[in-house]
């Protein structure tokens, strides 16, 4: 995970004091994949493809902006430290990793990998959630997040990467516009974990929950149901509902549904004689025609390029 050259240099008085103390390949030691953030005509905002990174270890220190991480293509395994985030698996394809103004990240991964980083300033972040939301986020800390999935914060990102390589006419107000759009999907996102965090302190234990996901991954490939949900926590269908969703940000359907397409992004990098018909059925989906609408809802991608993209 790499910063753009513009937040490159504004870490390049901590290069050797971090390289020496930590003993990690500072990625400033790399050299600088080419930015194509040209002609966005705003500070605020700041967009870079990084395409086939190599196997590294690098750490991601105190940025003045939040940096936002689109995985476009994971690497084979990777590893991430950041504040309260511990990851040991590779993220998931089209999933999202945030580290705010100020967090301190050491990542190291195998295995080359694709991203879109956007990085946003947070006087731009704070106006908003004010102007929009009525709500001061200088006081709030906002937390490092991994490997999350949000569809419209997702689209955001590919549009502001899209405009800023284009560099065409009236470039300037468009990437103004998209910022402020990533902005509030972004603050969305961030009130919605919130809220859901605190009502899972209240109701859903850690223990209930762990129960709950590990009875949805032993039964990926059959049907596991709401009932059945319901009734290891000893709750009613419609109460284990509400507080599954308060205590992840999804529906149990749709945490299924999430968990099958991670599955068969395994079974695809893994499993090559597969056909995608015979994907679809391991990975729990009832035909090849489900497992292409939700991996491409979900994922950004069909299965079939995300296996090519697998084996390029």
């Known amino acids: 995970m790499k910063v753009s050259q513009r937040l490159a240099d504004d870490l390049q008085g901590q290069r050797l004091a ?145 405009e800023s390589e284009a560099g065409a006419l009236g470039g300037p107000l468009m990437m103004e516009s998209l910022a402020n759009i990533l902005a509030v999907h972004l603050i969305r996102h961030l009130l919605g974990f919130r809220r859901a965090t605190t009502r899972a302190r209240r109701v859903l234990s850690r223990r209930k929950l762990a129960a709950i996901i590990d009875y949805i991954m032993a039964n990926l490939a059959n049907r596991p149901t709401l009932e059945r949900m319901a009734e290891l926590v000893h709750l009613s269908p419609d109460h284990f509902a509400r507080q599954f969703k308060a205590a992840t940000g999804l529906a149990p359907y749709q945490f299924v549904i999430a968990r099958r397409v991670e599955r068969a992004q395994q079974l695809l990098c893994g499993r090559q004689e597969l056909s995608l018909a015979e994907v679809a059925i391991a990975a729990g989906f009832s035909d090849q025609s489900q497992l292409c609408f939700h991996f491409k809802r979900i994922a950004g991608i069909t299965p079939g390029h995300f296996r090519v993209s697998r084996i390029a």
């Open 18 to 162: 971090q390289a020496s103390s930590t003993g990690l390949q500072d990625d400033l030691s790399i050299p600088r994949p080419e930015t194509t953030n040209r002609n966005l005509g705003s500070s605020e905002v700041q967009a870079t493809h990084h395409r086939n990174i190599a196997s590294d270890e690098i750490r991601i220190g105190a940025l003045p902006q939040h940096l936002i991480i689109l995985f476009t293509k994971p690497p084979l395994e990777m590893n991430i430290r950041c504040e309260g985030v511990k990851r040991n698996a590779t993220p998931p394809v089209g999933s999202i990793a945030l580290v705010p103004v100020g967090a301190v990240a050491d990542v190291s991964w195998r295995g080359n990998k694709d991203c879109l980083q956007v990085s946003l300033e947070p006087d731009l972040v704070q106006r908003v959630a004010v102007r929009s939301f009525e709500r001061d986020l200088t006081c709030a800390a906002i937390p490092p997040l991994d490997a999350f999935i949000a569809p419209e914060l997702r689209s955001s990102m590919l549009a502001i990467g899209a």
